[in-house]
């Protein structure tokens, strides 16, 4: 195999490093994605707990023997 030239080993060089920046693009891409997952995940929870949250106000004591007092 001849030597290579100076020129032919910048290309060798670049490609290697697009190789790379490639790899490290869709790892990234991956890791937003589970992050983007895991956010749509904990915005359902809290609209969830919203939701569980307003019913409970919305419900009074019968009278003030059901209530708790304020220090339970």
Known sequence: MPHESPLEAR?????LKLNVAEDLVDELNKLLFRQQQ??????REVLELKHSQSKENSVAPLSLIDERPPHY
């Open 38 to 43: 895991q956010i749509d995940l904990l915005v």
């Open 11 to 15: 290309v060798s060089d670049l490609e």
